[in-house]
């Protein structure tokens, strides 16, 4: 199995600060990398896809890029909403698995 | 609008079966592969199985021994089964759709872009 690694797995920052999340793979993912946010009490909800494309009404202050084995997420200016717990997954091989999660919490 | 209406048990007993069903409401059901995904209270998140419209099923091998995922494409719905359920089965169960980046709808190389609101099943 991919083993996913994310860091770190939590954070605490302020409303408009820059923040950035990183994913490892254990091997080669190509760019099959997917980042997704939860909410507490909600399902999670993809951002990006692909490491780097946006899905379609994700705010583009989220952006995605990487390759290979090494991820990042980068929130350009935190906001009130976006304090959530984010997660990577690869679906190169089977399993598909996912990061351990980043708790983005407010400082 | 697409939407994943999922339902079952919430509570059950030791050796009990798990079992939940998923609807897909306002969207095609062929072209996609259906999946479920389960969250342990605080922890992440562990890909359970998956099938298609036709039936072709893949399941996480730690598990492999006790789900069955069904399909009744009459109904747009899928079903998940998970018998000889233990306390460590404990989680919310989600239903999720995946997306395939291929012409053809696969199980890998995509994303999950809609899912359920998630069930918690409570052993």
């Known amino acids: 199995d991919i083993q996913m690694t994310q860091s770190p797995s939590s954070l605490s920052a302020s409303v408009g600060d820059r923040v950035t999340i990183t994913c490892r793979a254990s091997q080669s993912v190509s760019t099959y990398l997917n980042w997704y946010q939860q909410k507490p009490g909600e399902a999670p909800k993809v951002l990006i896809y692909?490491?780097?494309d946006l899905q379609s009404g994700v705010p583009s202050k989220f952006s995605g890029s990487g390759s290979e084995t090494d991820f990042t997420l980068t929130i350009s200016s935190l906001q009130p909403e976006d304090f959530a717990t984010y997660y990577c997954?690869?679906?190169?091989?089977?399993?598909?698995?996912f990061g351990q999660g980043t708790k983005v919490e407010i400082k | 609008q697409v939407q994943l209406q999922q339902w079952g048990a919430g509570l059950l007993k030791p050796s009990e079966t798990l079992s939940l069903t998923c609807g897909v409401h306002?969207?095609?059901?062929?072209?996609?592969?259906w999946k479920w995904i389960r969250q342990p209270p605080g922890k992440g998140l562990e890909w359970i199985g998956e099938i298609n419209h036709s039936g072709s099923t893949t399941y996480n091998a730690s598990l492999k021994s006790r789900v069955t995922i069904s399909v009744d494409t009459s109904k747009n719905e899928f079903s998940l089964r998970l018998r000889s359920v233990t306390a460590a089965d404990t989680a919310v169960y989600y239903c999720a759709r995946f997306t395939s980046l291929k012409a053809v709808a696969t199980s890998l190389w995509g994303y999950l872009d809609l899912w359920g609101r998630g069930t918690l099943v409570t052993v």
């Open positions: 306002g969207g095609s059901f062929s072209g996609y592969y």
């Open positions: 997954q690869q679906t190169y091989s089977f399993p598909p698995t």
């Open positions: 692909a490491a780097l």
